[in-house]
């Protein structure tokens, strides 16, 4: 089966700097790879989808890359603040596919 | 703009009671339509899936169904609960083609 998996459960970083969240996975490369924001008791929110073929994808402070040797994703918060205090989940799919593979999640605490 | 209901927020049921939670999209047509599971410490578990009127797909068995009576209308039901049934359970959309999902606000569900 198609694993993914998110080796930090959780993550404290001092406000400003930057947040890096590590997304493995194993098997065939995904055709995308998906970031998304969850608060508590509340449902995911879309960030960024990369392509497999996309090396890196940026969306004002965020920054998400693919490495398809080291079967990695690795999404990054420049800047950090303590609104961005949440745990963010990675997803994969594969092509044609509907159906998404969750990670359990890390949960971020930025520290003012 | 597009946004996705569900209802209710939370909900208390007895084991052997039927559940029957419901989903609506606005602003889109022909979307494919998710229900997700979300266990304490555990990731988001795909349930059913449907990219039409009454098109369901299960990917994993278990005593709930789903049904798609209108274009953005999904409905998650059980004739029967069970304990194992607690959870947090997530309705969410997606425009064909795009691989991004947008989640409802969820509906946080109690088996006593």
């Known amino acids: 089966s198609q694993k993914i998996e998110q080796n930090s459960e959780a993550l404290n970083i001092q406000e400003g700097k930057t947040a890096t969240l590590t997304c493995n996975y194993t098997n065939y490369s995904p055709a995308y790879l998906q970031w998304y924001r969850q608060d508590p008791g509340r449902g995911p929110v879309f960030l960024l989808l990369i392509r497999e073929n996309e090396k890196e994808k940026r969306k004002e402070r965020l920054k998400v890359t693919f490495d398809t040797t080291l079967k990695q994703s690795l999404f990054h918060i420049t800047a950090s603040q303590p609104a961005d205090s949440a745990t963010y989940l990675c997803a994969r799919v594969g092509a044609g596919s509907y159906q998404l593979t969750f990670g359990k999640g890390t949960k971020l605490s930025v520290i003012p | 703009s597009q946004t996705i209901h569900q209802w209710p927020a939370t909900l208390v049921q007895p084991v052997g009671s039927p559940l029957s939670l419901e989903c609506t999209v606005e602003?889109?047509?022909?979307?494919?339509l998710y229900w997700y599971r979300q266990a304490a410490g555990r990731g988001l578990q795909l349930l059913f899936y449907s990219v039409g009127i009454g098109q369901i797909s299960s990917e994993v068995p278990q005593n709930l169904s789903a049904s798609r009576p209108q274009d953005r209308q999904f409905i998650l039901s059980s004739k029967k609960l069970l304990l194992s049934d607690s959870g947090f359970y997530l309705c969410?959309?997606?425009?064909?083609?795009?691989?991004?999902?947008?989640f409802g606000p969820g509906t946080r569900l109690t088996v006593t």
């Open positions: 969410a959309w997606e425009q064909q083609g795009s691989y991004e999902q947008y």
């Open positions: 602003g889109t047509s022909n979307p494919n």
